[in-house]
C-alpha cells in the first residue's frame, strides 16, 4: 500500500484546519494546556491526545514483539486521524511525544505545514520526575527518557516551560500568538530542512 501524499488530505477545496501542536515529554503539562485552549480559544478546536488512543486498544497481554509492532501502527493511525480531522476543516489541539525521530518526520509527511503552530512544551527534569512520582500511573524514568529526543529537532513557532507558567498563561500565550504567526511556520522550515532546501 503507498504512503499518502506529502499534506495530502484536502480534497473538496475546502481550506483544512488549524493544528495546535503540542510537543513535550509525557508529565510536561501538554495535556493541561490544551484543556485551558479549548476553554479559551473563539473558534471550535478538537482536542486529539495519543492517550486516547492508546486507550482504545484492547487490554490483552501481548508478546514484546507484537505490542511494538501494535505501538507502531497506533501511532500511525494517530497522525493519520489528525490529519483527516483537519482536512475536514476541523481544528485541532495535539499533544504528542515526538520521542522517536520516525514520528516527526511522519507528520511532516502528512500535515499542511502552513496549518500546524508547532509548540514546545519544556519542564526541567526534577519538576518532570516530581510530577511522575505525584501521578503514580506512568513508569519512574519515563519523561527523563524522552528528553533526551523529544525536542532535538530544534525548530518551533512558540515555546513555553510549565514549571515557570501555569497552563491557563501557556494557553493564553499560544493563543495571543495565532494572530501573529510568521512564515515559514516551523513545520515548513523542518520539511525544507529534511529535503535539503
Request: glycine fraction near 6%.
Given at each position: 500500500m503507498s504512503e499518502p501524499e506529502q499534506g495530502a488530505g484536502v480534497s473538496d477545496g475546502a481550506p483544512g484546519g488549524l493544528i495546535i501542536f503540542l510537543n513535550g515529554t509525557s508529565s510536561s503539562g501538554k495535556s493541561s494546556i490544551a484543556v485551558e485552549l479549548l476553554r479559551i480559544l473563539d473558534e471550535p478546536f478538537f482536542h486529539l491526545p495519543v492517550d486516547a488512543f492508546h486507550a482504545m486498544r484492547t487490554r490483552q497481554e501481548m508478546e514484546p514483539e507484537r505490542l511494538a509492532t501494535v505501538l507502531h501502527r497506533t501511532w500511525r493511525g494517530y497522525h493519520r486521524?489528525?490529519?483527516?480531522?483537519?482536512?475536514?476543516?476541523?481544528?485541532?489541539?495535539?499533544?504528542?511525544?515526538?520521542?522517536?525521530?520516525?514520528?516527526?518526520?511522519?507528520?511532516?509527511?502528512?500535515?499542511?505545514?502552513?496549518?500546524?503552530?508547532?509548540?514546545?512544551?519544556?519542564?526541567?527534569?526534577?519538576?518532570?520526575?516530581?510530577?511522575?512520582?505525584?501521578?503514580?500511573?506512568?513508569?519512574?524514568?519515563?519523561?527523563?527518557?524522552?528528553?533526551?529526543?523529544?525536542?532535538?529537532?530544534?525548530?518551533?513557532?512558540?515555546?513555553?516551560?510549565?514549571?515557570?507558567?501555569?497552563?491557563?498563561?501557556?494557553?493564553?500565550?499560544?493563543?495571543?500568538?495565532?494572530?501573529?504567526?510568521?512564515?515559514?511556520?516551523?513545520?515548513?522550515?523542518?520539511?525544507?530542512?529534511?529535503?535539503?532546501?
Open positions: 486521524a489528525i490529519a483527516g480531522m483537519a482536512a475536514a476543516g476541523n481544528n485541532v489541539v495535539v499533544d504528542h511525544v515526538l520521542s522517536e525521530e520516525w514520528r516527526l518526520r511522519d507528520c511532516l509527511d502528512l500535515f499542511v505545514p502552513q496549518d500546524v503552530v508547532f509548540v514546545g512544551v519544556h519542564c526541567p527534569r526534577a519538576e518532570l520526575e516530581r510530577r511522575e512520582r505525584e501521578r503514580g500511573d506512568r513508569p519512574p524514568g519515563l519523561a527523563a527518557r524522552q528528553l533526551a529526543q523529544v525536542h532535538t529537532h530544534g525548530i518551533y513557532d512558540i515555546e513555553c516551560d510549565t514549571s515557570r507558567a501555569a497552563p491557563g498563561d501557556c494557553a493564553k500565550r499560544i493563543k495571543d500568538f495565532l494572530p501573529h504567526r510568521p512564515t515559514p511556520t516551523a513545520f515548513q522550515r523542518l520539511r525544507e530542512k529534511r529535503d535539503g532546501r
